[in-house]
């Protein structure tokens, strides 16, 4: 695939095609995911996440950055480039109510890019198109990139938060797949010219599953 300066903005999905020319085997990014459940009277409105990229996923939206300053028209462009991305692909979220899909909306709130050392963040909040009660309710999302491009994951049960007024009755579980070593061994030997069949949602069968449950 060549990535070329003129066409990242239009090929990238999430700026995520800046990668080393010798990798093979899929994934070949790597998002750590952030994640805490905002409330709004009493109903849940949304997630406030934060997507860490790893470093060689990053170097083209740090080098575009250059030295701008944090608040600068630089850093907002990027960010509107990479945002649009995001939503092109439903913020790469599923979200559940038993066996009924959760909308969002597609005006995302307080969105930013950022420069972390060598990584580039993403802030945002993901706000469901209607909020959603909790009491006695149970909700379960996953976000992951169906190709499996990109590894995007939680590294544990603490990337993800309530706010104080939850915690006595509403609790969290992540809980990691462990997908069978036939399709482990057959994604790693994908390399970046290849791609799995669409229909097959390779990066599914990887993601994380996180459970909310309230009293």
Wanted: with cysteine.
């Amino acid at each position: 695939m060549d990535i070329t300066k003129s066409g990242r903005c239009s090929a990238l999905a999430l700026t995520l095609l800046a990668l080393s020319a010798g990798a093979f085997g899929h994934p070949h990014s790597f998002i750590t995911l952030e994640s805490q459940m905002v409330v709004e009277n009493d109903a849940l409105a949304g997630l406030a996440m934060r997507w860490t990229m790893d470093e060689m996923t990053s170097a083209d939206l740090l080098y575009d950055a250059g030295g701008a300053a944090p608040d600068s028209p630089v850093w907002k462009k990027l960010a509107a480039e990479v945002m649009a991305n995001v939503l092109g692909q439903h913020y790469f979220t599923e979200f559940w109510h038993g066996d009924r899909k959760v909308t969002f909306s597609n005006l995302p709130r307080d969105y930013r890019l950022a420069r972390e050392g060598n990584k580039a963040v993403l802030f945002f909040t993901l706000p469901l198109a209607h909020p959603q009660p909790l009491a006695g309710q149970r909700y379960r999302f996953t976000t992951f990139d169906p190709t499996y491009y990109v590894d995007m994951r939680y590294d544990n049960a603490n990337s993800l938060t309530l706010p104080e007024a939850l915690r006595q009755r509403c609790k969290l579980n992540l809980n990691t797949p462990e997908p069978d070593a036939k399709l482990q061994a057959w994604a790693l030997s994908l390399d970046k010219e290849d791609a799995p069949p669409q229909e097959m949602e390779l990066g599914k069968h990887f993601a994380q599953q996180v459970t909310l449950t309230c009293q």
